[in-house]
Nanobody, 121 residues
């Protein structure tokens, strides 16, 4: 059983920072890419940022220069540092990871339960 658990969401004023964390746990042999997606009301889920196991990262144009993704492979964690937040960043943020479990031979995508981020004054 593999689980991804996010934390760190909440209410923040425009221009403020917020840091999201996601911890993977369970019968994990290896983790490949990890990332953050978000879904605002009435919109499709979109990629915010992703990072490979070697640390190569990719960002949506809308967050470049404001958000930073990082990971701790030993702790099986991924983080999203969000600065200069805007009201349009308001969404449920989901953690994602490609994971091989013990006893398996292929990567499977797992999702966290989501954490709400609200940017409002």
């Amino acid at each position: 059983q593999v689980q991804l658990v996010e934390s760190g969401g909440g209410l923040v004023q425009p221009g403020g920072p917020l840091r999201l964390s996601c911890a993977a746990s369970g019968s994990i042999l290896s983790i490949n890419a990890m990332g953050w997606y978000r879904q605002a009301p009435g919109k499709q889920r979109e990629l915010v940022a992703s990072i490979t196991s070697r640390g190569s990262s990719n960002y949506a144009d809308s967050v470049k220069g404001r958000f930073t993704i990082s990971r701790d492979n030993a702790k099986k964690k991924v983080y999203l540092q969000m600065n200069s937040l805007k009201p349009e960043d308001t969404a449920v943020y989901y953690c994602y990871a490609d994971i091989i479990s013990y006893g398996s031979s292929r990567y499977v995508g797992y999702w966290g339960q989501g954490t709400q981020v609200t940017v409002s004054s």
